[in-house]
């Protein structure tokens, strides 16, 4: 198995996570409607359907559509979820740039620069109830497994069991920052809407990488 | 149930009612090439610092009211209880600016602070440059300790007031950012809620307040308060939410302030006034002097029925500011 993907047209890439967004549409709203809004997955689902429309059947790098998809969040939806995603996004296109081919090292990179633009604006922590529960274990999970010297396949599936592990653990918390804040113990036996999305979202990165591994 | 309410389409409220305003009131807002910004029609000023600000829909005449001459030059407009874009609040900087920088005043809220954050970067990417004072006069919202996580409630009004008047005095944006600080730091605010309000989009209550209670410290968007008591009298209530702003030592005997008391929608003004009369008492017996009173729906959400007290001490900067003439939607005076 090489330890080289080769990215032929980012724009398949970014309508994979569309996909499992919009797919997901409902689902998100309704575990959001148990202690927020219940609006998460309907802003998703807008923000990532805007990126379709801006990448559909072109050509892209996949920096570049990344970077379309981070324009589409900033745009599209206001809120929390649009700069929060929106940088995450930024920073995973920044790290990327011109490449068509992607290493182990280099999906290390993409995420930890994806997690240090998002740190850059929003004081989040883990245990705060919200997506960083997901995106930071799944992010440092990865670098580990880089560490410790696991193949590229191994390190997407370790990557992608803390990401569970992460959207799990936000059951149990009680929220800490966003409008679920409020209900306080009353949060608590509920998922995270954010950090479910960001599950989701994370997982198919790892699914579509390994889809274009031969 | 059938939610009673005058509307079109519950998802296309915040665009609904920008038509209404625009249609309204010619003279104090004009569009922009942004759907979801609004601006005074006779700005950019060559040479003056523009002033923006924005927020969640939903707390009108907040924050678009608020436009107009010497307050307010450009507003980003978001869906209800929910931040604007940094896009809008970037295309309100440039719309703003007459070259000599742009003040935005706002909120504490994580996605107005993450928005406008991101907004500022990409305004100095594009020759602008852009300096903000962030409004948490929510006494309720955090210890004094910890100010910086305060909330900002309808002090971020005296916030516009001083930095719009600065502004129109040819104010350079150092100038405008300190007086506009200097407001913000001298004012604290504190709210009461006795019901909640509902998101036409959501369809049913954001939180519950039980029938015969009031919730004291409960914020804009019904963040929780201090705590749930038995619903009081309007004079003991006017105690009960002077207590913890005269708790903070700015305001004593000899001070001079600016009262604001804002229902949150559903108040009748007649009761903001038997309010009002309290709070005035109260000042009286402390020696504070009231040297100016705002009592009216100044900042609201949505239908939520209560009240809120803002109170901001006074020094010769601040009283020259405060006085100054302002034309807006939401305060005219002068």
């Not at chain 1, 745009?75 to 790290?95: H, K, R, V």
């Not at chain 2, 079109?8 to 305003?21: F, K, R, S």
């Not at chain 2, 809120?308 to 002068?334: F, I, N, R, Y």
Request: with cysteine.
């Amino acid at each position: 198995m090489s330890e080289v993907v080769v990215i032929k047209n980012g724009v398949d890439v970014v309508d994979d996570l569309i996909n499992v967004i919009v797919s997901n549409r409902d689902y998100l709203s309704e575990i959001d409607g148990a202690i927020g809004d219940g609006d998460h997955g309907i802003n998703m689902a807008k923000g990532f359907n805007i990126c379709k429309k801006r990448i559909d059947g072109k050509q892209l790098t996949l920096s570049e559509a990344l970077a379309e998809l981070s324009d589409s969040l900033m745009e599209g939806i206001g809120g929390s979820m649009g700069p929060l995603y929106g940088c995450i996004f930024t920073g995973w296109s920044d790290s990327v740039q011109g490449k068509t081919e992607l290493t182990k090292e280099d999906v290390q990179a993409m995420l930890a620069n994806g997690m240090s633009e998002l740190q850059d604006i929003s004081p989040a922590q883990k245990g705060d109830k919200c997506l960083v529960d997901t995106l930071f274990p799944a992010t440092d999970s990865f670098a580990q497994a880089v560490k410790d010297g696991k193949t590229f396949k191994e390190a997407l599936n370790i990557m992608k069991d803390a990401a569970a592990k992460g959207r799990d653990s936000t059951k149990d918390l009680v929220a800490k920052i966003g409008r679920a804040s409020r209900l306080g113990e009353r949060s608590r036996g509920v998922l995270d809407a954010g950090a479910t999305s960001c599950c989701l979202l994370v997982t198919q990165l790892a699914d579509s990488i390994e889809a274009r591994m031969n | 149930m059938k939610l009673n309410r005058i509307i079109n389409d519950p998802d296309l409220v915040v665009e609904d009612a920008i038509e209404g305003y625009v249609a309204a009131h010619p003279e104090l807002f004009a569009k922009t090439d942004h759907e979801r910004v609004l601006k005074y029609p006779a700005i950019p000023q060559k040479g003056k610092v523009g002033i923006v600000t924005g927020g969640g829909s939903g707390h009108e005449p907040a924050f678009l009211g608020y436009v107009g001459k010497n307050m307010v030059d450009a507003v980003a407009i978001g869906e209800i209880f929910s931040s604007p874009t940094a896009g809008a609040f970037l295309d309100a900087m440039k719309a703003s600016d007459g070259g000599a920088g742009v003040a935005c005043l706002y909120g504490n809220y994580a996605g107005d602070n993450m928005n406008v954050k991101m907004a500022v970067k990409k305004a100095a990417a594009a020759g602008i440059t852009v300096k903000t004072v962030v409004a948490n006069d929510d006494v309720a919202s955090a210890p004094i300790t910890e100010r910086e996580k305060r909330r900002g409630v309808a002090g971020e009004i005296l916030m516009w007031k001083v930095g719009g008047a600065a502004a129109a005095a040819g104010y350079d944006l150092d100038g405008v950012i300190g007086a506009a600080q200097k407001a913000i730091d001298n004012c604290r605010s504190i709210g009461v809620g006795l019901s909640s309000c509902i998101i036409p989009a959501v369809g049913h209550p954001n939180f519950n307040i039980d029938n015969g209670m009031m919730e004291v410290g409960i914020g804009h968007h019904g963040e929780p308060g201090i705590n749930v008591v038995p619903l009081q009298p309007a004079n003991e209530m006017a105690y009960t939410m002077l207590e913890p702003i005269l708790k903070e030592g700015i305001f004593e005997a000899g001070s001079e302030v600016v009262v604001l008391v804002s229902g949150l929608g559903a108040t009748p003004t007649m009761e903001l006034y038997i309010y009002y009369a309290e709070v005035d008492r109260i000042l009286k017996e402390k020696g504070v002097k009231v040297h100016r009173s705002y009592v009216g729906n100044y900042f609201t959400s949505l239908e939520m029925m209560g009240v809120t007290l803002t109170m901001m001490k006074l020094d010769d900067e601040l009283k020259k500011l405060v006085d100054a003439p302002v034309h807006s939607l939401g305060m005219v005076q002068g």
